[in-house]
């Protein structure tokens, strides 16, 4: 890892967070989990901390500001989005990891956009940092979470299966707004799952 940049970009996030020390233990808590998935997955982790430091880097900013920068800036805004402005902090935080970090990667800047909803096939980096968000050790509230921190470690589709599952459910029970991506997301990892274990009972 090149510690010297990680370095520096870990500083200006705690810069960027001084006022919301929480918000800095979670995103250095996500950037360590991330890390430790990719060791287990054999992806980056030097793109998957990254990722992790970035991931709510436009956490701080308030709705209305949100609304503005994505405005400004041609950043599409979905129904969800405008119902629940705050939703807007995952496109925003790509958008700063590219102009003001200057994070180049397009797998980091997909991993940030989408580390509230997931999307549909995602890289394994996009859902090592979905992961991370949930399961990082600071998360207390979740249902199944210790099922779905192991199984993050082993079957990571179905992990995110286990999520988007409970998330659509917990939005439901408490009408929250659903942004149709996590919809597609679960029914895409409940497909990939239940292929995969027709395909092994077929097989024995
Ligand atoms: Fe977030
Ligand atoms: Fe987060």
Redesign the pocket.
Known sequence: MNNEYVNSLRKNVKKAFKDDKSRYH?TIA?ANTAACLAFAHGADSEKAFIAGLL??CA?CISDEELIHICTANNIPISEAEYASPYLLHAKVGAFYAQNKYMVEDEDILNAITY?TTGRPQMSLLEEIVFLA?YIEPYRNKANNLNTVRSEAFKDIKEAIYIVTRDTLNYLKRTGKTIDSLTYDTYKFYEAETCDRDFLIATDN
């Open positions: 979670h996500v991931h709510d956490k580390h968000d």
